[in-house]
Each structure stands twice: as C-alpha cells, then as structure tokens.
C-alpha cells in the first residue's frame, strides 16, 4: 500500500526530541484505527494499525509543528483531564501522549472534550489523518486504476480548497509520476500537472 510513498525523505523521529501522539480506535468506521506521531522538528508518521511497523513518513513544516506543540504546551502536556462528561454518542477513544525531552510522560483518553485547544488539536490530527487517506487513494489509483486518478487528484484539489490538507508537498513526487505516464488520461496529467505547480508555488 505505501510501497511508493516512501520516496519522499523526511528525517527520522528523534528519539529524544518532544513528540506527542494521537490515536482514535473505533471499530466499525474506517479505518477503525490511526495513530499519528509529531516531533518538535515536524516530522511524523501515520499508521493504521497499532503494529505497523512501516508507517508513512512525512514533514511538517515548523510553522505547523509550532502550532501543534503550541496546543500541547496549552494542555499542560495533556496532564489534566479532557474529557467532557456529557452524555454523548461514541465517537470513538481519543488519546493524547505527549513524551518530553527530559523522561517526562502524560498521556489523557476522551471520547468528547468542550476544551476549545483540545478541540483545535484535534482537527489537526484530523486533518492529518484525511490528508494521508487522500494520499493512500492516490497512490492506489495511480497503481491499480488507471480511470481513477482522475477522481483520485480531484479529491485532493477538493480537500486542498478546503484548506484541509497538511503537508501538501508529500503530493509531490506522487503527481509528477502521473504527469510523465502518457499511460494516463490526459485530462488526469494535466490537472496533475497543475495542481504540482500550484503546490511548488506555494512552497
């Protein structure tokens, strides 16, 4: 599934920089499980089940991991509780870890917090975790349905318009792919090959 996404670089977690976690479980949506990990540099990785040991790598940008580490720094490093109390349907267990520099470790469950940063932190994740879906499903048409790519990259404008992407440019090598193939549609290389120079403009 991620075979080609490896092809972006982004440094390794640092096993002593702060990092904080977030994983979701709930069964029956899709995926019933992600976790998603950021250093204080912005680097990450995305799983979709607690044992892979292969997780998409990517980077944020710093500005980015100020923001989430920004929101940590806010909720005490997650150290005090989150969790609303409010009777409410499952939405699935969230967590929060947060690992310092320094040994120190605190980690907090809830299924719906009111805490306005809480919930700023999650739409990060959230946006992270739809972002890296967006990806997976591109990778995947890019490889096995040629016709799709097409929808595939429109998804992608779609979220990309929404504001709802996260480190847009691990698009990259995954576009220009599309762009060199004359396998594909025409139509799906050249909105591929405007949506990369509109990515690289941004940068």
């Excluded at 977030?22 to 950021?38: A, L, M, N, R």
């Excluded at 605190?106 to 994740?125: G, I, M, P, R």
């Excluded at 847009?168 to 799906?188: C, G």
């Amino acid at each position: 599934m991620k075979a080609l996404l490896v092809l972006i670089a982004v440094p390794l977690l640092a096993e002593a920089a702060p990092r904080t976690t977030f994983s979701k479980s709930f069964p029956g949506s899709v995926p019933p499980y992600i976790e998603i990990t950021v250093d204080r540099s912005g680097a990450a990785e995305y799983k979709e089940d607690p044992k892979d040991d292969n997780p998409l790598k990517f980077q944020l940008s710093q500005s980015d991991a100020d923001s989430i580490f920004g929101l940590v720094d806010r909720l005490d490093h997650f150290a005090r509780p989150l969790e609303s109390g409010l009777k409410v349907a499952n939405m699935g267990l969230k967590t929060f870890r947060y690992a310092g520099d320094d040994g120190a470790s605190h980690e907090v469950k809830f299924n719906y917090s009111e805490d306005l940063e809480a919930k700023t932190l999650l739409d990060w994740f959230e946006r992270i975790s739809e972002t890296e879906r967006i990806l997976i499903e591109l990778e995947r048409s890019v490889r096995f349905d040629k016709l799709g790519v097409q929808d595939a990259i429109l998804r992608v404008e779609v979220e990309r318009d929404q504001k709802r992407l996260v480190a847009e440019e691990q698009f990259l090598p995954m576009l220009d792919r599309i762009v060199k193939n004359e396998s594909y549609l025409h139509m799906a290389r050249t909105r591929a090959a405007a949506l990369a120079e509109s990515i690289r403009a941004a940068k």
